[in-house]
């Protein structure tokens, strides 16, 4: 399966935002916090494809990921 392009996800997530309204979290199935999670109206914002390298400088000592 080919990877899609970093722009192109950003730009689908872009859309998706644009397109809804209301109050966003994340689209999680688990948490770390110990706490009941209520059911509610927010938008699920999934940010699961965003999960590639896109440059490491070994010089600078920094990564640029998607995440």
Do not use: C, W
């Amino acid at each position: 399966m080919a990877a899609v392009p970093y722009e192109e996800k950003k730009q689908q997530l872009i859309e998706m935002l644009r397109a809804t309204s209301g109050t966003v979290r994340l689209a999680k199935d688990t948490s770390n916090l110990f706490r009941d999670r209520k059911d509610n109206a927010a938008r699920p914002l999934n940010v699961r494809d965003f999960n590639r390298v896109l440059h490491v400088d070994p010089v600078a000592g920094y990564v640029d990921v998607e995440g």
